[in-house]
């Protein structure tokens, strides 16, 4: 009954750890992984089985976010600082409260704080298919 026990443990433990660093590589695209700060299903009429996230991604200063995809409809606010983006085959500077709009599936090359002293922080919200992954590594 022990070994059984500890085998079962061993495997999940060995699951949870492999689960972690799927996750983490999927969505870890700046030094401070973004954190979900709201997540609700969405069932009504007009929208079936659909998910809306919304995330707090942290830049620190200088940095720039490696590239990615958001393979659902995105929108983004600057809560503080300003940053560069280059999404949409363009470059673009946000400042704090201004709002952007990511296409799906399109490569974002990167967001850049453009502070060398000062957090970036912004708020983003995806909504898309239950279960589908808001972010993902670009091609």
Request: hydrophobic share 40%.
């Amino acid at each position: 009954m022990k070994k059984v026990t500890l085998i079962t443990l061993l495997l999940c433990a060995v699951f949870i750890t492999v689960h972690a660093q799927q996750i983490s590589k999927a969505i870890n695209v700046t030094k401070t992984q973004p954190k979900v700060i709201f997540k609700q299903l969405i069932n009504t009429e007009d929208l079936k089985n659909q998910e809306v996230t919304v995330v707090v991604v942290t830049i620190a200063p200088g940095e720039v976010s490696s590239p990615h995809i958001h393979p659902i409809p995105t929108v983004g606010y600057v809560l503080e600082g300003e940053v560069e983006m280059n999404f949409n085959g363009k470059t673009h500077r946000f400042k704090k409260g201004e709002a952007f709009y990511e296409v799906p599936n399109e490569t974002h090359k990167g967001t850049k704080n453009l502070s060398a002293t000062k957090d970036a922080k912004l708020l983003v919200y995806f909504i898309g298919t239950k279960g589908k992954p808001f972010i993902a590594p670009a091609r």
